[in-house]
């Protein structure tokens, strides 16, 4: 068995069953949980709390599902577990795939049978960024897009942060600037973000004022 096809469990403090809700709803007809995409996890930590929420962005999902979590998503709840209230878990891409350069062809032929799974992916960030406006941090951590799919989910995610004003948060290396990546400026994915950038101040702002993110302008595809 290698490493990719290890189970990874959730920590032991975490109980999916009570506390984790996902979402692979494609219309009104609720759809199955499924191991071919997932459009958001809801993780609940503290109910009776005052902390703020978190909403976090990151590429797309590898393996966690209600009975099984990998390292990123639980690196996410080891992050949050003392900070916030709850956590609202996003990816541009709504595909299962553990490699990157496998997740264009595993779209193409998904969109063969569920055509709309981009478009409900992109809906559901849109309407969960206008309900985390106050009272949630919103973290992008969505690393470099690999493919035309991923370009254009988060050009359509960045538009709508900009139109509609909203404060986003990036991890940071020395509290002053966000992490990015050097070559494309796209915010540094949370797996390759280091334990001492986790533990700096988060750096927030609009995109606009976020240092260095003006380089990160895209163009439209």
């Given at each position: 068995?290698?490493?990719?096809?290890?189970?990874?469990y959730?920590?032991e403090?975490?109980?999916?069953?009570?506390n984790?809700?996902?979402?692979?709803e494609?219309?009104s007809?609720k759809?199955?949980?499924?191991?071919l995409f997932?459009?958001?996890m809801?993780?609940?930590?503290?109910n009776?709390?005052?902390?703020?929420?978190?909403?976090?962005?990151?590429?797309?999902p590898?393996k966690a599902?209600?009975k099984?979590?990998?390292?990123?998503?639980?690196?996410?709840l080891k992050?949050?577990r003392?900070?916030?209230n709850?956590?609202?878990?996003?990816n541009?891409?709504?595909?299962?795939?553990?490699k990157?350069?496998?997740?264009?062809e595993k779209?193409?032929?998904?969109k063969?049978?569920?055509?709309c799974?981009l478009?409900?992916n992109?809906?559901?960030i849109?309407?969960r960024?206008?309900?985390c406006q106050?009272?949630?941090?919103?973290?992008?951590?969505t690393?470099?897009p690999?493919?035309v799919?991923?370009?254009?989910a988060?050009n359509?995610i960045?538009?709508?942060i900009?139109?509609?004003d909203l404060?986003?948060?990036?991890f940071s290396k020395?509290?002053?600037?966000?992490?990015?990546n050097?070559s494309n400026?796209?915010?540094k994915?949370?797996?390759v973000?280091?334990?001492?950038?986790?533990?700096?101040?988060?750096?927030?702002?609009?995109?606009?004022n976020i240092?260095d993110?003006?380089l990160a302008?895209?163009?439209?595809?």
């Amino acid at each position: 068995m290698g490493k990719s096809d290890r189970k990874v469990y959730y920590p032991e403090w975490f109980d999916p069953e009570e506390n984790l809700e996902i979402n692979c709803e494609l219309d009104s007809n609720k759809s199955k949980l499924n191991d071919l995409f997932r459009f958001s996890m809801h993780f609940t930590l503290d109910n009776n709390s005052d902390k703020k929420g978190l909403m976090i962005i990151l590429m797309n999902p590898s393996k966690a599902d209600l009975k099984n979590s990998d390292a990123t998503v639980n690196r996410v709840l080891k992050y949050a577990r003392e900070k916030y209230n709850d956590v609202y878990l996003y990816n541009t891409l709504p595909v299962y795939e553990t490699k990157s350069n496998k997740i264009k062809e595993k779209i193409d032929k998904l969109k063969q049978k569920h055509t709309c799974v981009l478009e409900n992916n992109i809906f559901y960030i849109k309407e969960r960024l206008l309900k985390c406006q106050d009272d949630y941090d919103i973290i992008l951590a969505t690393g470099v897009p690999t493919n035309v799919y991923g370009k254009q989910a988060i050009n359509e995610i960045y538009e709508t942060i900009i139109s509609q004003d909203l404060i986003v948060c990036f991890f940071s290396k020395n509290n002053e600037s966000p992490e990015l990546n050097k070559s494309n400026h796209y915010a540094k994915h949370l797996r390759v973000v280091s334990n001492k950038c986790l533990e700096n101040e988060l750096i927030r702002g609009k995109l606009k004022n976020i240092p260095d993110f003006k380089l990160a302008k895209r163009r439209k595809l």
